[in-house]
């Protein structure tokens, strides 16, 4: 018998059920008085630097439905790539929100700012992106995805590069669908299935 | 600054099952194709901090916390305590702890639950807290019940809080749920069913901890969370050409 190796395994993932939300934006499900406020409201201050954008969109399940229960944290840095707590970050940045789709029509919305580029471990640069994290009930373990934008050059995202069948990079990609406001639809299963990873 | 190094990459098979027809709301909202595998960049290696300023004196007591007219929620006061250790074993000091839950009666207070269990006007359901400087944490809330939920023709959730953690990276996030020593409901659960290894669900089941229970007061359950670890190595950095 080799030594054993003393390290520990993950705890497993449950799914958030139907009621992610009163634990998560509990002033969201209706329960006032507990915190003050919930948690990631906004990722930006007033006065955060960059260009102000709005992306929109649905979480669509694999029958082409919205979702109306999903839970979406978004985190990402701000507009020179620094991160919160890294030297030099614009405190008026703290890069942390979490949305939910509405109970009613399934869209969501996040109000930032454009992030900019972070380099991957090779050096190599990234192109601006913003991480999302997505609960819901039937979803087993939370799931990661990245959203990229159409007016940004993507061409030597190294992320990107790793998706061998070309036709899905655009699920990873904000359409500008105006002045500061781009479409970001997340597919979970099925036709134009959004890329998820394991990172 | 010190290189904490890459995420370790996550054991897939250690956790639930994306899909499973048992669990039919994960029928439609599986992914199809495989997780696209890949290092972990700075996007994943850092995460959201947040300190002590954003937290009550009440927010780790469900008892207390949503006390309408003062008294305290039904039910039977529990203690729930345990660690956050990353895989190596190494504690993880002042991250965000989070938790949900059904009252005594197995009621959740949101529009969507109907079940007949009234709510209880004391008890919000909710409860979250920073872990301390060795990665404990502990919440004073009721034992939840056991509810129906429409699945196959009779299921029922077995007691269970859930819990949401944060860790330093936002590639270490993690939602789970604990369970309580001795429910024969969970052996019959579609949803802990989806984790197909065994000791990973056991991981799950807290024990009834009498040493940590107040007499007179309270009993008290151990649930120790593990999150994702970050590897360490003198060899992160590799020199030009290599
Ligand atoms: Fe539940």
Not at chain 2, 53 to 67: C, K, M, Q, S, T
Not at chain 2, 128 to 139: A, V, W
């Amino acid at each position: 018998m080799p030594q054993p190796l003393a390290n520990l395994t993950e705890t497993a993932s449950q799914t958030g059920g139907p009621y992610v939300h009163i634990g998560c934006i509990p002033s969201f499900a209706g329960i006032n008085g507990v915190y003050p406020q919930d948690l990631g409201l906004s990722p930006i201050q007033p006065g955060a630097l960059g260009p102000q954008i709005t992306i929109t969109g649905q979480v669509i399940d694999g029958t082409g439905w919205a979702l109306r229960d999903a839970l979406i944290e978004s985190w990402q840095p701000d507009s020179a790539g620094r991160f919160a707590g890294q030297p030099g970050a614009d405190p008026a940045v703290s890069g942390f929100c979490r949305f939910a789709a509405d109970k009613d029509s399934g869209e969501f919305s996040l109000t930032t700012i454009k992030p900019g580029p972070v380099p991957a471990r090779s050096g190599q640069m990234q192109a601006p992106h913003i991480s999302l994290w997505i609960a819901a009930r039937g979803i087993n373990v939370g799931l990661h995805t990245r959203i990229y934008f159409e007016d940004e050059d993507n061409s030597a995202d190294p992320l990107l590069a790793r998706i061998e069948q070309r036709n899905r990079v655009s699920t990873l990609i904000a359409r500008k669908t105006g002045e500061g406001s781009y479409r970001f639809d997340i597919r979970l299963q099925g036709e134009g299935e959004t890329v998820f990873l394991d990172i | 600054m010190t290189d904490l190094g890459p995420l370790v990459p996550r054991q897939r098979d250690m956790h639930p099952v994306p899909y499973d027809p048992e669990y039919k709301t994960s029928v439609p909202r599986s992914p199809k194709w495989p997780l696209l595998s890949m290092e972990s960049t700075p996007s994943e290696e850092t995460g959201p901090r947040f300190g002590h300023g954003v937290i009550g004196p009440l927010d780790n007591n469900l008892v207390l916390n949503f006390a309408t007219d003062g008294s305290p929620a039904i039910g039977e006061r529990i203690l729930v305590h345990g660690q956050v250790l990353d895989e190596f074993a190494r504690p993880v000091p002042h991250t965000l702890v989070e938790i949900w839950q059904a009252n005594a009666g197995g009621r959740y207070r949101h529009i969507k639950d109907t079940y007949l269990a009234p709510l209880d006007p004391n008890f919000g359901g909710c409860g979250r807290t920073l872990t301390d400087d060795q990665g404990r944490y502990q919440f004073l809330t009721i034992r939840p019940g056991a509810y129906p939920w429409p699945n196959r023709g009779n299921e029922w959730r077995p007691m269970h809080i859930h819990f949401s953690v944060f860790g330093h990276s936002f590639g270490q996030r993690l939602i789970t749920q604990m369970y309580f020593e001795g429910d024969p409901l969970i052996d019959r659960c579609p949803i802990a069913a989806t984790i197909k290894n065994r000791s990973q669900l056991d991981r799950l089941v807290a024990p009834l901890d009498m040493p940590m229970a107040r007499p007179l007061d309270f009993l008290a359950y151990k649930f120790d969370i593990v999150l994702r670890g970050r590897r360490q190595t003198m060899f992160e950095n590799r020199l030009e050409g290599l």
